[in-house]
């Protein structure tokens, strides 16, 4: 029973790896000091606790967005407070990167511009946008930590591809 009960456990084991090395959990994350891009994102403001179902109704929005071709561009989001932190609530623009301020947006959506041309920290990895977001932002403050960088609180991710994403944050001047 015990061998049995030993090799189902090894078994999946190995299973649940593949699936993780599949999304890319292995995958390093590049960190390297960049002038920041100019960015327009179309989507819904959101501030209030992450448990808020609001949250949830507008990242699916933003998915919805792109497969309805609704708008074309790549999911992306601007958090005004620290997203990996430890509060209970969050400060965000949930929506879609698009590539100009030109295009007709949905009614429900509004157009915010990312300013660039700011130095700041720029994290890629290749992982799927499930995992991606906590490499990104742990080897951002890792890296910031290590250079004595303070950052400002406005992070931008965006996830150009299922399986890319992408964090930048001003650096404090």
């Known amino acids: 029973m015990n061998k049995k009960f030993l090799l189902v456990m090894l078994v999946l084991s190995a299973i649940v790896a593949a699936f993780y090395a599949y999304l890319g959990g292995f995958s390093s994350t590049s960190v390297s000091e960049v002038n920041s891009e100019r960015l327009f994102v179309a989507g819904r403001a959101f501030s209030g606790s992450v448990n808020d179902s609001g949250i949830n109704d507008a990242f699916r929005r933003a998915a919805e967005v792109l497969d309805k071709n609704e708008l074309q561009g790549q999911l992306g989001n601007i958090y005004y407070n620290n997203p990996e932190g430890r509060a209970d609530s969050v ?83």
């Open 91 to 173: 400060n965000a623009f949930i929506g879609v990167v698009i590539p100009d301020s030109t295009v007709q947006l949905p009614a429900d959506y509004e157009l915010r511009v990312v300013p660039g041309g700011r130095r700041a920290l720029r994290s890629e990895v290749n992982a799927h946008y499930m995992l991606a977001p906590n490499k990104l932002y742990e080897a951002i403050f890792d890296y910031a930590k290590e250079k004595n960088l303070e950052l400002e609180t406005f992070y931008v991710e965006w996830f150009p591809e299922d399986r890319q994403g992408i964090v930048e944050v001003p650096i404090k001047e």
